[in-house]
RNA sequence: CGCGGGGUGGAGCAGUCUGGCAGCUCGCAAGGCUCAUAACCUUGAGGUCCCGGGUUCAAAUCCCGGCCCCGCAA
């Protein structure tokens, strides 16, 4: 079976790198074009990209998914089967019915809750105990098309985004795997996903990392774990940005305005919250390095009593 | 050439502008105090001030070149 890949980040080249190990011809693969990004502004070519030239694997790089070139190449490909992970971009119908078989989406989430561009962080800031994978048929609207297979896994206590990506990621290769075979055998049964139960997990904004320090203690905690490593929760301090990496939850009575330093000794850095009390472990001051709380408390000098 | 901060005993930092004894908070070692302690007191060891060149009586500090780390942005 002809395959055409779609994908962007790292999550996707895992299940790329997957997809070339079976037996079906990936004969092209589509992906972000490459930009300018990082400090000194050089170009980088997606972890997709980086695969699929590895394996010698023709690629387009569209900036419009309606552009005619594009589109032609992509139809001279002739996919039976177009494999979606997480690239990025809404695909037209003239896509989507392109192959006999559709378009096979993978993705990370327990659908129809957490449809959209992030379901692995708000999934851990929300604090939920399982998330999992789902494949399901590409239709016009996100992430709402009939679903094929779904694998749950639970969530850590201290689970970060990045920590549940690796975990999901060969998670959805498998599965990727074993839809395709199911689909060429004919048994796969498409279920129409319960509209009234979806949710929606939005793109990441920068902003989404300001902490709000009226929130309770454990909500900031998860805020902090389902934003690294990107882009990361954040404070003020005299002005300057603060990033939390790490932090715990001491419960108790906070003792003191939200955002006031409660303790800053050799040991630990504790902030009041809107409910109980929380310890930055790691913090990284803006242009240094990320340090342990008590690493960071020698050189910057906070007093108890000093404002987040 | 996208914008910007930084590299100083083992850790985190000050000192650099305005050149003149290598400093602070810790850690480490030894001793003391204490029923005891992550507490307190005394003493001590530990330095290529990122690298190379230049200016100077004198460079962590000023000038030129290089390497490395980081924040923003994307």
């Known amino acids: 079976m002809r395959i055409v890949f779609m994908g962007t ?36 070519p997606s972890p997709v990209r980086q695969v699929a030239e590895r394996h010698g694997i023709a690629v387009l790089t569209p900036e419009k998914m309606r552009d005619p070139a594009f589109l032609s190449a992509l139809n001279h490909w002739a996919p039976q089967l177009i494999v979606v992970v997480a690239y990025g971009r809404i695909l037209p119908r003239q896509i989507l019915d392109l192959p006999a078989l559709g378009c096979l989406n993978v993705h990370y989430s327990l659908l129809p809750k957490y449809r959209g561009a992030a379901p692995v962080a708000w999934a851990v800031v929300n604090g939920e105990e399982k998330s999992g994978v789902t494949t399901m048929q590409l239709v016009e609207k996100m992430d709402a098309g009939p679903t094929f297979l779904q694998r749950e896994i639970p969530l850590a ?32 049964t498409p279920r129409a996903q319960d509209e009234q139960e979806a949710t929606y997990a939005p793109m990441l904004k920068k902003e989404d990392g300001l902490i709000d320090w009226r929130l309770p203690a454990a909500a900031i905690e998860r805020r902090v774990r389902g934003l690294s490593p990107w882009p990361s929760a954040y404070t003020q301090l005299d002005g ?23 303790r800053a000794d050799k040991f630990a ?31 910057a000098k906070i007093e108890k009593g000093a404002r987040l």
């Open 9 to 44: 980040p790292e999550v996707a080249a895992v299940s790329l790198a997957r997809l070339l190990e079976g037996s079906d011809p990936v004969v092209g693969v589509v992906t972000q074009p490459d930009r300018a990004a990082g400090r000194g502004q050089t170009v980088i």
């Open 157 to 188: 206590s201290d689970e970060t985004a990045g920590s549940l990506q690796a975990k999901l990621a060969p998670v959805g290769a498998a599965l990727l795997m074993e839809t395709i075979a199911k689909l060429k055998a004919g048994s796969l």
């Open 240 to 262: 300057k940005l603060l990033k939390i990496h790490r932090a715990s939850v001491i419960t108790g009575q906070p003792g003191a305005t939200p955002g006031e330093v409660v």
């Open 269 to 299: 850095l504790w902030i009041a919250t809107g409910a109980a009390v929380l310890s930055l472990d790691e913090v990284q001051l803006e242009n240094k390095k990320r340090l342990p709380a008590a690493d960071f408390l020698r050189g």
